[in-house]
């Protein structure tokens, strides 16, 4: 849920700059999800005739859709309030009717783990043709009752507030935005983020815990000896802490945790695929994430320095999953912290123990760490002070 695809990123703009009026039109498809919603847009896509346009359509809808069934769990599974994103006050609508299910994280996250991999089916088909895909932002939304009628709180415009804290944007204060080759690499990128995410959270169970922690719940209920957390202040909070504890006992599913390892190499390799076909283009159409020659949809310009200091990250994180650089530990100290780290190759390939006290002692880490070079952390700072510190939704913005 922190990475909502299409989402989070356009706060650069309400954040910033104002959005860029554009002159051009949406595309049929665009008014297809705008009445309909994103089943129908698949449908009306796979009617398209084949070329990358249909590709990327088709993996841009299948991406949307893994977020749509994740709330679509949430909602079905909770009948108390839970916020649209993690840490955010615009509250996911109240469902009175809904049935609780100890497995709805793993069903949430298997389900969009199965649309995220349709999608990359149809990103990596896309070939060297260029095309264009006009989508207005504020057709897109997300069935989160799966009643099959857009509410105003299921538009994209109701999930930036969300995230950004601040009122929803108005309708049509969206960008319309025009999609082209290289966003296919973006997409991309993005689908194995979210896919190693996903893999890690099933890495470690969190069904058998959150069955414990309710099961446990619920019986102390019956007896009525269960008060208001005095220490937090919220059931949702001791509970969901409690859960994040129990799972993490015990090694994580190496299978799944390699899995993650590859999504995440995947993403460096097509982000970096991004980078070099956008700075090919020539044209300036209301770019989704512009070269410097470029300006964006949202109005927020994307200097040369910007993103190169982005390769730099981008390079830095490559040697990590690689194990050619290794992860600083906070106890080790002195002339040490230059030279001895944790190896993040060989713990997702072989993860031991996930104890959350240990992995903060750091037992949990000391069969994985090793002297080499430590993972130059200056490149985050200085990627933050390029885009006036900014990096964090720079970062969510470029992937």
Same mark, same amino acid.
């Given at each position: 849920m922190r990475h909502i695809v299409l989402g989070i990123?356009?706060?650069?703009?309400?954040?910033?700059?104002?959005?860029?009026?554009?002159?051009?039109?949406?595309?049929?498809?665009?008014?297809? %999800?705008?009445?309909?919603?994103l089943s129908a847009g698949v449908a009306f896509a796979e009617q398209q005739p084949d070329g990358d346009r249909k590709q990327f359509a088709l993996g841009a809808l299948y991406t949307l859709q893994a977020v749509e069934h994740i709330l679509q769990v949430r909602y079905n599974n909770y009948s108390g309030r839970l916020p649209l994103v993690p840490g955010g006050t615009t509250q996911l609508r109240l469902n009175p009717n809904a049935k609780f299910d100890p497995a709805f994280i793993e069903n949430a996250l298997v389900g969009a783990a199965d649309a995220l991999a349709t999608a990359q089916g149809h990103l990596e088909d896309l070939g060297?043709?260029?095309?264009?895909?006009?989508?207005?932002?504020?057709?897109?939304?997300?069935?989160?009752?799966?009643?099959?009628q857009r509410a105003d709180d299921e538009g994209l415009r109701a999930f930036l507030g969300a995230a950004l804290n601040v009122p929803a944007p108005e309708e049509g204060q969206m960008p319309i935005?025009?999609?082209?080759?290289?966003?296919?690499?973006?997409?991309?990128?993005?689908?194995?983020?979210?896919?190693?995410?996903?893999? +890690? !959270?099933?890495?470690?169970?969190?069904?058998?815990?959150?069955?414990?922690?309710?099961?446990?719940? /619920?019986? +102390?209920r019956e007896l009525g000896i269960v008060k208001r957390?005095?220490?937090?202040?919220?059931?949702?909070?001791?509970?969901?802490?409690?859960?994040?504890?129990?799972?993490?006992?015990?090694?994580?599913?190496?299978?799944?945790?390699?899995?993650?390892?590859?999504?995440?190499?995947? +993403?460096?390799?097509a982000n970096k695929e991004f980078w070099r076909l956008v700075a090919l283009e020539e044209d300036d159409q209301a770019e989704w994430l512009p070269n410097p020659s470029q300006q964006?949809?949202?109005?927020?310009?994307?200097? /040369?320095?910007?993103?190169?200091?982005?390769?730099?990250?981008?390079?830095?994180?490559?040697? !990590?999953?690689?194990?050619?650089?290794?992860?600083?530990?906070?106890?080790?100290?002195?002339?040490?912290?230059?030279?001895?780290?944790?190896? %993040?190759?060989?713990?997702?390939?072989?993860?031991?123990?996930?104890?959350?006290?240990? +992995?903060?002692?750091? /037992? /949990?880490?000391?069969?994985?760490?090793?002297?080499?070079?430590?993972?130059?952390?200056?490149?985050?700072?200085?990627?933050?002070?390029?885009?006036?510190?900014q990096g964090g939704m720079f970062a969510l913005w470029f992937n």
């Open positions: 990123v356009l706060s650069l703009g309400l954040a910033g700059s104002p959005l860029y009026a554009q002159e051009i039109s949406p595309s049929p498809l665009s008014g297809v %999800i705008k009445a309909d919603g060297e043709d260029e095309f264009a895909l006009v989508i207005n932002l504020d057709d897109i939304w997300f069935d989160v009752d799966a009643d099959g935005v025009q999609f082209d080759r290289a966003d296919g690499r973006w997409l991309l990128a993005y689908t194995h983020v979210l896919q190693g995410m996903a893999e +890690m !959270v099933l890495s470690v169970d969190p069904t058998p815990a959150m069955t414990k922690v309710t099961d446990g719940v /619920a019986h +102390m957390d005095p220490i937090f202040g919220d059931d949702n909070i001791i509970d969901t802490i409690a859960v994040i504890i129990n799972a993490l006992h015990g090694p994580a599913d190496q299978t799944r945790t390699q899995k993650a390892l590859g999504h995440f190499q995947a +993403m460096i390799a964006s949809a949202f109005g927020v310009p994307v200097t /040369a320095e910007v993103a190169a200091g982005w390769q730099d990250v981008l390079d830095e994180l490559e040697s !990590v999953l690689a194990g050619d650089a290794l992860v600083p530990f906070w106890r080790v100290e002195g002339h040490n912290a230059a030279s001895v780290g944790i190896n %993040i190759n060989k713990f997702l390939t072989a993860p031991g123990d996930l104890d959350l006290f240990l +992995m903060v002692h750091g /037992a /949990a880490f000391a069969p994985y760490m090793e002297k080499g070079r430590v993972v130059d952390i200056d490149v985050l700072e200085r990627f933050s002070e390029l885009t006036g510190g």
